[in-house]
Structure formats: structure tokens, C-alpha cells
């Protein structure tokens, strides 16, 4: 795990020798692969962080990654070696030591979404567009996790990145109740829903050159956010495209933050 920490510090710097170095390699030693059987029938392919020194008698809290579209598969594997900034970092001495947590990692299904609608509109209805069986079934792991391993209730917590970002948005929406903080990168939600999720701490982030998925959906449940009573935080990257989870994940403070939150009840 010290090596996971160096690693860390070169996303930081914004290179990709993480990749080059074995970070993947460290990654996929960490992360265990597993599977999950939907009421639906379906599976869901998944891998799981557990705590250093994990004990049955402490309850930990749960991060929940929600990767973006290249990430799509059936290895159980893509979903963290296609995009592994997040994974580095919640991985990382450097959280761990101080945050010791769960982190989960479903992949979403060659040709299938976190939510159905395109990214290229932004925002969306969630009248119009319901649930996905995928985020259905990532709903239903999370509820035998809790079972399996003793996590915190009130320390839930949900990131992800492009179509991982339209995710978190939605799932947070759909849940209101269930998660202390999200983190967005890159995604979109619906505006009209942002009262249901006003008082859940959420930090959102976006490059202004976005051309896969507009900033516009971004700005607009932040906005929405706060006409709604909200306190969002947004970090907005000028001359960023669509990688802005580099930056985002490397953010001085985000990862203080997000454990710091807590479910009231």
C-alpha cells in the first residue's frame, strides 16, 4: 500500500505513469472480484475494498464508484483499470490509514447505462426515464453488504464519473435518504429533483470544454441545488474536456470532506 500512495501523488501531478508503474497491477491485487444475483435474474459483476485489518465488531463506512461508459464489460476488471483515479486514491495509505472503508465497484454491462438517457442532452426526467435494472441491481448490493459486513448507515457515501456521474446523481435523487454525500464528475442529473436531495452534501465538478457530456448538466442541479436551500460545492475547469476526473479526484481536501459527512438518524 505504500506503493498505492506514491502512486496517488503521480495522478496528483496530473501524469499517467500510474498505469506504467503497476498501479493497475496494485489496484487489481486490492479489489476483490465478485458477483451478485439480481432479484431480476441478473447479474452484476463487482469488486470490493475492504479495511486493512477489517473487524466485525467496527462498523466502516461504504464508498460506492460508479465508473463511466469505457469502463463497460464483462471482466470485472475494466471498470477500475479504465479509469483509476478514484480507485488510487480511496486505495491509497493515505485514506485508508486515516478513513478505513469499504469501497465497492459494480460494472455496468457491455451496451447498458447507469441511466438510459443520452449523455449528450444533459439533464433529463426522471418521470421520463426510470431506474435502470442495472442501478437496481447496484441498490440491492449495497443492501446485502450491509448484511455481509458491518457498515455504518449513517456513512454511505457515492462518486462517479461521466456516465458514472449521471449515476450518482440519479441514485442520490432515487435514494434520498440513503446516502451522507455524493461526489459528480462530469455528469448530469434532473433539476427537479433537487429539493428531494437539497440537504445531502454534494461536490460536483465538470470542465467547461466538455464535449461528450455539457456542462450545462453540471450547472444546472447545482444551481437547482441551491434555489432548492442547497449548499453544493462545484469546482469548474476552464479549458477542460472530458477528463476532468483527474483533476476532480485529485482535488486538495475532497476526500477529508466527503468522510466527513454524516447522515443525521
Known sequence: MQR?????????LG???AAAAGGVDDLKAAFEAREFAGSDGGKLLYRLLR????????AYPLVL???GAGGRGDDNWGQIRDQAAPFLALASDAVQDKHPCLVVAPQCPPGKQWVDTPWG????SQEKVPISAELKR????LAQLRTEFQVDATRL???GLSMGGYGTWDILAREPKLFAAGIAVCGAGDPSRAASIAKTPVWAFHGDRDGVVPVSGSREMVEALK???GSPRYNEFPGVGHGSWGPAYATEGLWEWLFGQKRAG
Open 4 to 12: 498505492l500512495r506514491w502512486l496517488v501523488g503521480v495522478v496528483i
Open 15 to 17: 501524469t499517467a505513469a
Open 51 to 58: 479495511p486493512k485489518g477489517y473487524d466485525p465488531n467496527k
Open 65 to 67: 464508484v460508479l465508473h
Open 121 to 124: 442532452k444533459g439533464s433529463y
Open 138 to 141: 447496484v441498490l440491492e448490493l
Open 157 to 159: 457515501y457515492v462518486t
Open 227 to 229: 434555489k432548492a436551500g
